[in-house]
């Protein structure tokens, strides 16, 4: 049960939640074992024929008293003790959720989106049944075993309680035998629940795709295979619990089959009285509870420890980047951008060559910067260093002087506004994820953004204006409309350092050429880097930057270049072809 160590600090901080509620389970406890002492008493009071109406009201009274007093303790444990374990799942939900929020984005590379959702809900579940239902349980087998097995040896006659016992050593035996097998088949449907939800979330995400392809049915095999994976690992850990459950109860019934037998002869004895053999057997009753109670227990910790140990995996996860130990102090951001020497590979990447190549350039405070290059080239890898989304372990990148590795990572990317390639939106109206990166600004700058970006009057032609639901991940939006919507994004909160990776590919050529003419009057004295596989449309830059194999093979202006017949010479005439072949 090494997995709960995580737990540590919450089990510290609430233990006075967890004390109160044990407390009152204890109480709960008591008044249960005090009904089988008085049902025995009345019994040996009603066989020898000394009890009157009297006595009858108020042997009854009592059932009654102890059956409110059951009832309102329970309540109270109840709330104790499973709504603390409500609350530790709502913390550790918290955590993980922050967790994955500063991991960097190499981790999810590698892990799928329903892996991470299955343990952010069906993990933190068993958790919680752990904390919750489990503690109960627990508590009731280790008290009222304990307890009633006492009351049966002191009360009523010990040689009976022995007997009655026999079969508990084997019940310890199989509990344990069980638990190691129930912990590692929960796992597998733990995992197997994990490859179904990555495999409902790829479809419909990407339903769209899947519809064009005609892919439905393939894709309904491919589910079905999964699901019937899921079912496969659900039906072996159910086969190992449905053994488990009436192997406890056929202990349990064994023992009460050894106190009819023994118990009845000690009776006509009259070594006990027929009081006490009730009694007994309303005490063993009671033991049968707590009996199969260790059994549940056993299956909830597993599970439980399955989960959790799932959960550690990701919080155990070190995020590449962290904020920088002795941070520089910078009031405000001029916008100077340096590269020097930058060579980089992505980590745990299976190409042995770096994207980028001893990568060396300068963007001054104001300027406009180009960078152009064919595809794999390296142009996003640049500006994903800028950000610090992935370490720099080979040369440095500077702002203002300044290494970026000693910059406060919300210093940092607060200068930065960046549009990526892959526009993202939330399913929230337009207007929020305008306002996503900079909450709080006033309509007029929402609006100002959004008629820079170009977009301004088509919002307004929308019935619900700004606040049109986009749906998940924009899918109301067109392409072009998704990139203006996040340009205008990147705009409102009016960064020292605005990049465009590849972000206006979805419009056309005109609404492109009109954008960047806004953005050059708005962002005057402001810095600047777009990245665009349209040479035509940054042919006014201050100054352009020509990748080629992640190496930076020619910079300077538009007309520079041209005259060298290099690259960028290159590209211009294949863009110019082009243009000329879908305008004919």
């Known amino acids: 049960m090494g997995h709960f160590r995580t737990l540590k600090d919450f089990i510290i901080k609430h233990k006075w939640r967890y004390l109160i509620g044990v407390t009152w389970l204890l109480v709960v406890d008591v008044m249960q074992l005090v009904i089988p002492r008085l049902l025995g008493n009345f019994t040996d ?60 984005p190499s981790y999810y590379t590698r892990h799928k989106t329903g892996d991470l959702m299955a343990r952010a809900t069906n993990d933190l579940q068993a958790v919680r049944q752990a904390f919750g239902p489990g503690i109960v349980m627990f508590t009731d087998a280790v008290v009222l075993t304990l307890a009633t097995v006492t009351l049966m040896a002191v009360t009523t006659n010990i040689k009976l309680t022995a007997m009655a016992l026999l079969p508990l050593p084997f019940l310890a035996f199989v509990s344990r035998f069980f638990g190691r097998i129930i912990h590692s088949r929960f796992r597998q449907v733990q995992e197997a629940f994990s490859g179904l939800s990555g495999r409902v979330h790829e479809n419909v995400a990407g339903i769209r795709v899947v519809k064009s392809f005609v892919q439905e049915e393939a894709e309904i ?40 037998g023994y118990g009845g002869f000690l009776v006509l004895e009259e070594t006990i009285t027929l009081g006490d053999f009730v009694a007994f057997n309303s005490y063993l009753g009671l033991l049968t509870w707590p009996v199969m109670a260790l059994g549940f227990v056993m299956n909830m910790l597993q599970r439980g420890s399955a989960s959790m140990e799932r959960i550690n995996r ?21 916008g100077q951008v340096e590269f020097r020497n930058v060579t980089f590979r992505y980590p745990g990447s299976e190409n042995p060559e770096p994207v980028l190549r001893n990568v060396s350039l300068v963007v001054e405070p104001g300027q406009t910067v180009a960078v152009v290059g064919r595809t794999g080239s390296g142009k996003t890898t640049l500006v994903n260093l800028l950000l610090r989304l992935y370490p720099v372990d080979d040369g440095s990148i500077f702002i203002d002087g300044y290494d970026i590795n000693r910059i406060p990572l919300v210093v940092l990317r607060d200068a930065v506004g960046y549009v990526p390639q892959d526009d993202f939106l939330f399913s929230k109206t ?47 939006l067109s392409g072009g409309q998704k990139q ?74 538009h007309a520079d270049l041209l005259a060298r017949g290099g690259v960028y010479y290159e590209l211009y005439q294949k863009q110019v072809l082009r243009e000329r072949i879908e305008h004919s």
């Open 45 to 104: 009071a009603l066989q020898r024929g000394n009890i009157d109406n009297g006595d009858l009201v108020l042997f009854s009274a009592l059932i009654l008293f102890l059956a409110g007093g059951i009832a309102f303790a329970r309540y109270l444990w109840r709330m104790y003790i499973f709504g603390t374990a409500r609350l530790l799942e709502y913390s550790l939900r918290n955590r993980l959720f922050s967790h994955l929020l500063n991991l960097s």
């Open 314 to 334: 990701i919080l155990e996860e070190k995020p590449e980047i962290t904020e920088p130990a002795n941070p520089v102090s910078m009031d405000r951001v001029r």
């Open 221 to 260: 095999k491919k589910f079905t295979s999964v699901n019937r994976h899921y079912l496969e690992t659900n039906m072996h850990l159910v086969r190992v619990w449905s053994v488990f459950g009436p192997l406890v109860q056929f202990i349990s019934a064994v023992s009460f089959l050894i106190v009819l």
């Open 484 to 557: 203006r919507v996040s340009i205008a994004r990147a705009l409102a909160k009016h960064p020292r350092i605005l990049v465009l990776d590849d972000s206006l590919s979805a419009v056309d050529t005109r609404t492109e050429e009109a954008i960047l003419r806004s953005l050059r009057e708005v962002r005057r004295g402001l810095t600047n880097i777009i990245i665009s596989h349209r040479v035509s449309s940054i042919k006014s830059a201050d100054w352009i930057v020509v990748l080629e194999a992640g190496r930076v093979v020619e910079q300077g202006r």
């Open 430 to 476: 337009i207007r929020e994820n305008i306002t996503f990166g900079s909450p709080g600004i006033p309509p007029t700058v929402v609006n100002e953004a959004a008629r820079v970006a170009g977009i301004h009057q088509e919002i307004l032609s929308f019935s619900h204006g700004y606040e049109t639901l986009v749906g998940e991940r924009g899918v109301t």
